[in-house]
Nanobody
Framework: QVQLVESGGGAVQAGDSLRLSCAAS????????MGWFRQAPGKEREFVAS????????FYADSVKGRFTISRDNAKNTVYLLMNNLKPDDTAVYYC???????????????????WGQGTQVTVSS
């Protein structure tokens, strides 16, 4: 079983940047696609970004494309989410997750993922 621990959230103003980190343990990290999701109050959890096993391929939700960058460091078993030009609509709890199956590509549905972290709160004020 993999353990995921997110960090880096906080309260910022619109236009600011944050970098989230997700440290993984308990599984061969480099075998799995990784993803970031978020859940705002009263809303369903939504896909934010995903990254391939070697980091060569990334995919983003339209709402964050051009502002967020997902990356990973397999030597450190860590995936990152750099968030620039934050907006109040980005306010949510952010979760990282591993793909459900090794090697296999993932879509944007959370059923493709397993082993979720506890989440980190991001609050953006206008």
């Amino acid at each position: 079983q993999v353990q995921l621990v997110e960090s880096g959230g906080g309260a910022v103003q619109a236009g600011d940047s944050l970098r989230l980190s997700c440290a993984a343990s308990g599984r061969t990290f480099s075998w799995y696609y990784m993803g970031w999701f978020r859940q705002a109050p009263g809303k369903e959890r939504e896909f934010v970004a995903s990254i391939s096993r070697n980091g060569g391929s990334t995919f983003y939700a339209d709402s964050v494309k051009g502002r967020f960058t997902i990356s990973r460091d397999n030597a450190k078993n860590t995936v990152y989410l750099l968030m620039n030009n934050l907006k109040p609509d980005d306010t949510a709890v952010y979760y990282c997750a591993t793909a459900r199956l090794p090697v296999t590509n993932v879509g944007t549905d959370d059923v493709d993922f397993a082993s979720w972290g506890q989440g980190t709160q991001v609050t953006v004020s206008s």
